[in-house]
């Protein structure tokens, strides 16, 4: 079966760095998405990883290590508007022709001035 | 690009009726995954389709059925509903290549009375 993990709820102030940790448990891993979802709106797209390490994209990085099950997204400089849940979401390929995207029950991020 | 459309946003119905929710992916997709998303919770994964035909499927009943037409556009069905199906239901369409994210359109909001 297929079991991601996320902390419930996450504080942080402006300008800081915060680090939201993802570990999962998957049949057939094909790569981990993080996602950010603001109330009422639909979740967006925010990384992708399928080999291990970590990818830069400005403020926000992620990092994956398939051996350990474990990931994280760190944001840098944190600004108001990044308080949203962030979702954790694991591709996963239980057969060749077709695969589905499973996400965990999200970190609500708040960030305090 | 109009990205993934989803119609209607809100819904109100009545318990043992029956819904029906509609989706047209992002133009060049066409992988279309339903999932519901209860409150304070991530989304939960009901099916998904390809080539018009029903490609994986969660943990739901039978009551949630769903098509794909030609153009790739879908519906997801909903029978004999309960309170408990009241939920976001999301939408997300992508590419059936390795890699590729998933794109999601802003929800239909059903609220089960």
């Known amino acids: 079966g297929q079991n991601i993990d996320q902390p419930t709820e996450m504080t942080a102030t402006e300008g800081a760095i915060v680090q939201i940790n993802c570990t999962y448990q998957?049949?057939?891993?094909?790569?981990l998405f993080w996602y950010q979802q603001h109330a009422g709106e639909a979740p967006t797209f925010l990384s992708y990883?399928?080999?291990?390490g970590l990818e830069e994209k400005g403020r926000f990085s992620s990092f994956l290590s398939r051996s350990k099950g474990y990931s994280y997204l760190l944001l840098k400089e944190l600004q108001m508007k990044d308080s949203a849940s962030y979702l954790c979401?694991?591709?996963?390929?239980?057969?060749?022709?077709?695969?589905?995207?499973?996400f965990g029950s999200g970190t609500r991020l708040s960030i305090r001035p | 690009d109009a990205g993934v459309t989803q119609s209607p946003t809100h819904l109100i119905k009545t318990r043992g009726q029956q819904v029906t929710l509609r989706c047209s992916p992002k133009?060049?997709?066409?992988?279309v995954s339903w999932y519901q998303q209860a409150l304070g919770q991530g989304p939960q994964f009901i099916f998904q389709?390809?080539?018009?035909?029903?490609?994986q499927r969660g943990n739901f009943p039978d009551r949630f059925s769903g098509h794909q037409f030609p153009n790739y556009s879908s519906e997801l069905n909903v029978n004999a509903l309960l309170l408990g199906d009241s939920a976001l239901y999301l939408c997300?369409?992508?590419?059936?290549?390795?890699?590729?994210?998933?794109?999601f359109g802003q929800g239909t909001r059903l609220t089960v009375v």
């Open positions: 389709y390809y080539e018009e035909e029903e490609r």
């Open positions: 997300a369409s992508s590419e059936d290549r390795e890699g590729t994210e998933a794109f």
């Open positions: 133009s060049g997709h066409d992988t």
């Open positions: 990883n399928v080999l291990d």
């Open positions: 998957t049949s057939g891993f094909n790569g």
């Open positions: 979401a694991v591709r996963d390929w239980t057969y060749s022709s077709a695969s589905k995207i499973i």
